[in-house]
């Protein structure tokens, strides 16, 4: 089975300052996707960041960008020029290519200081 | 607000009553999710529709479980004789499908506790 696994339950960043944040991946598939989720505190889950495994580049979305390392099967999210607002739980997820079963690890709750 | 939409928020319930937890999605979306997510961890998948068809089913899902979505709109999650162990928030969430697959909009989600 598929396993995603986020191995700093808690992060913290000055405001401003930029924050990487850790995810590896098991699996043995070569068609599949991974994300970034962001949850704020009782609000709803937002999709922070999305990568198709064929892709080769990193993708980027404003201040958020990721570093993916097919071979290490390693998705870290880093966020430039941290703001207040970016203070939230971030899960990593992965889907396969032929399901619409999102598998996420258990999260890393981020808070960022003034 | 056009977003997802679910209903109940909080669900309060002796063991062994039965509850139902109501989503509706996103209105031109034609896939819809449901996720359980306890504390201290990350959501769980349950099962997946595409329209009105049930297309994926987690193992999760015992046979207290059964979640419906009729005319391929609004859905319904039920879960009979309640134990202590399905306190979680129950999340909703719709997409439009392989255009920006994974790209889900959740819900705010429906707190179940039991009692």
């Known amino acids: 089975a598929q396993t995603v696994t986020q191995s700093q339950p808690e992060m913290s960043v000055q405001e401003a300052e930029t924050v990487t944040l850790s995810c590896t991946y098991d699996t043995s598939e070569s068609d599949y996707y991974l994300f970034w989720y962001k949850q704020p505190p009782s609000r709803q889950m937002i999709l922070v960041i999305r990568?198709?495994?064929?892709?080769?580049q990193n993708a980027t979305e404003n201040r958020f960008s990721v570093n993916f390392q097919k071979a290490a099967k390693s998705f870290s999210l880093k966020i430039s020029d941290s703001q207040l607002g970016d203070a939230a739980m971030y899960f990593c997820a992965y889907k396969e290519g032929g399901s619409e079963k999102l598998v996420f690890g258990k999260g890393t709750k981020l808070t960022v200081n003034p | 607000d056009t977003g997802v939409s679910q209903n109940p928020r909080h669900k309060i319930t002796k063991r062994g009553q039965n509850v139902t937890f109501r989503c509706d999605p996103i209105s031109e979306h034609n896939r819809l999710y449901w996720y359980r997510q306890t504390l201290g961890q990350g959501p769980e998948f349950l099962t997946y529709f595409q329209n009105e068809a049930q297309l994926e089913k987690s193992r999760l899902l015992s046979d207290r479980f059964s979640a419906e979505r009729p005319k391929g709109s609004f859905s319904t999650l039920e879960i009979q004789r309640t134990e202590q162990g399905d306190s979680a928030m129950y999340l909703c969430?719709?997409?439009?499908?392989?255009?920006?697959?994974?790209?889900?909009?959740f819900g705010e989600g429906s707190r179940l506790t039991v009692l």
């Open positions: 990568q198709e495994a064929y892709k080769q």
């Open positions: 969430a719709s997409s439009v499908g392989q255009v920006r697959t994974g790209e889900l909009f």
